[in-house]
Structure formats: structure tokens, C-alpha cells
């Protein structure tokens, strides 16, 4: 058989991959460009406005300004925390425990369940002011009942669905410290370090690359997040929970601006991309890799 002949069944192989990609994932993707470069609406073909809905977005749209911050403010504060809580969990459930598999199973069980409408409604309920948090509070502290969904705390009780979606991230950080070699840490105990002085300078550098993953699926994953704020909160009270995936949404099915949602999808995927290039950019400082040194 000849390369040709390799090659054309090669290309047969990966023709339905390729097929998918073109119909589910390029064929969208450019089609979105497009529609952000007019002013369609739902029912309408749109016209070509260029870069109008760009400059709407930045000098017009104060509603895009605050969407913005929210989203900082939520992936910035809530990403952090899983990853810490993420990594705690792991190292207790490293430990040689009786019924530690068990264990893993329940910590895992809240992403099983993942941005679900169920899951956001629970949260509902249990953070309502007439619901299980507050009667707790109120039996066991003698505490008022808490305004969890009020302009001062809203947008962090809701991070806390995110923070306790941990259970991926620690399955990798529970992978991660099972492959680091016990001899390292039978050297420093040999040489009288603490157990401080083990984690900051054995555990962390040896699990760094799943740090870096984590960190980076983690950002994406909080950047798009969508549903616990539209069925809590609709983006309230006074858009103090209003991200940039509500705004989209709501740009799109509540006014139809086809056009202009698209464009503020793209603004979003460049904010991905950038804070994707600026962590990619910086790793070689301090993620460890066999082939190489933290600088």
C-alpha cells in the first residue's frame, strides 16, 4: 500500500471527527464572528454595523461594566477557595483511613451533580431566609435571620456553589499526592524538617502541574458560570449578581439582539484567552516538570 493510499485511509478514519468539528464547532464559532458584526435580532437576517456593537458595548452600556466586575469579582474570589479547599480535602483523604474510599465517593458527590437547576434550588432553599442555614444560626448562636441573597452577600453565598463543586479538583490533587515519592520525604525528615517546611517545599513543587490545570480549567469553567445565578438571583437584587452570562443571556432572549449578544460572547472568550495567556505565560516560574526547573 502506497503513502497516498495510508493517507486516504487515514483521512477516512477521522473524516466523522472531522465532519463534527466543521458542522458543531468552526461552523458555529464563525457564524457567531459574523452575527457580532450586525445588528440582528431574533426573526431578522441583520445588517453589517462593523464594529458598532463594540463601541456601544465600551462607551454606552454601563449594565457591561458591571456584568464585568461581577465576573472578576466571582472567579477571582471563588476559584482560589475551591482550589485551596480542593487541596485540603485530597491531603486528609490521602491519609490511611479506615472506609477512605467511602469517603472520597461523598467529597466527589456534589460535582456528580454540577451546575444543575436541582442543585441551585437546594441552594435556594437552604439559604432562604426562613430556610435550614438561618433556623441552624438562629438555634444554635441566637443569630437574626441573614439576608444571604442581599446586596452585601448575595454574590458570595453564590460562590459557595462553586467552592463546593470541589470534587474534581480533588480527585486530580488526590492522584497528584499519591505519585510523589516518599523518599523526599524521608530525606527531610531525616534533615529535621517540619511538616510546613515539607508542604511548601515538597508537596506544592511536585504537584504543580495539576495545580496548573486546575487553576486554568477551574478559571474557565467560573468565567462561563450561568445557572445558579439565573435561577437564585436573575443577576440580583440591584445586578449585584449580574455576570456576563446572564447578560448575554438576557441581551439574546429577553431583547432579541441576536447581534449584540454574540458580540459580548466574543468579549468573553477574549477575557478567557487572556487570562489563559497570561497564567500559560507566567507557569514556567513556578510549575515543576521533570525535563525542567522552577526558575
Not at 436541582?118 to 438562629?138: D, P
Not at 444554635?140 to 441573597?149: I, M, N, S, T
Not at 506544592?204 to 439565573?230: E, K
Amino acid at each position: 500500500m502506497t503513502k497516498a493510499q495510508y493517507g486516504r485511509r487515514g483521512l477516512l478514519y477521522i473524516l466523522p471527527w472531522l465532519i463534527g468539528f466543521l458542522v458543531f464547532n468552526l461552523y458555529p464559532i464563525s457564524q457567531s464572528l459574523w452575527y457580532s458584526l450586525t445588528d440582528m435580532h431574533i426573526g431578522t437576517k441583520g445588517h453589517f454595523v462593523g464594529l458598532k456593537n463594540f463601541e456601544y458595548m465600551f462607551t454606552k452600556d454601563d449594565l457591561f461594566w458591571q456584568s464585568l466586575r461581577v465576573t472578576l469579582v466571582f472567579t477571582f474570589v471563588s476559584v482560589p477557595a475551591k482550589i485551596v479547599f480542593a487541596l485540603f480535602v485530597a491531603m486528609l483523604l490521602n491519609m490511611k483511613t479506615k472506609g477512605a474510599n467511602l469517603f472520597r465517593l461523598l467529597y466527589y458527590m456534589p460535582s456528580i451533580l454540577g451546575g444543575s437547576v436541582v442543585l441551585s434550588i437546594l441552594w435556594r432553599f437552604l439559604f432562604m431566609r426562613e430556610g435550614f442555614v438561618n433556623l441552624l444560626l438562629q438555634k444554635w448562636f441566637g443569630v437574626g435571620p441573614v439576608d444571604w441573597f442581599g446586596p452585601k452577600l448575595a454574590l458570595g453565598t453564590l460562590s459557595l456553589i462553586e467552592v463546593w463543586q470541589f470534587g474534581s479538583s480533588m480527585v486530580l490533587f488526590l492522584a497528584a499526592l499519591k505519585s510523589v515519592p516518599l523518599e523526599l520525604y524521608e530525606a527531610a525528615m531525616i534533615d529535621g524538617s517540619k511538616r510546613t517546611r515539607m508542604f511548601f517545599s515538597i508537596t506544592i513543587p511536585m504537584i504543580t502541574p495539576i495545580l496548573f490545570f486546575n487553576i486554568i480549567m477551574q478559571l474557565i469553567n467560573a468565567f462561563q458560570h450561568f445557572t445558579s445565578f439565573f435561577i437564585i438571583t436573575g443577576g440580583g437584587p440591584m445586578h449585584k449578581t449580574y455576570v456576563l452570562g446572564m447578560k448575554i443571556w438576557e441581551e439574546a432572549f429577553s431583547y432579541s439582539k441576536l447581534g449584540y449578544a454574540a458580540a459580548l460572547s466574543w468579549v468573553l472568550v477574549l477575557l478567557i484567552l487572556v487570562v489563559t495567556f497570561v497564567i500559560f505565560a507566567t507557569s514556567r516560574f513556578w510549575v515543576y516538570n521533570e525535563d525542567s526547573k522552577i526558575i
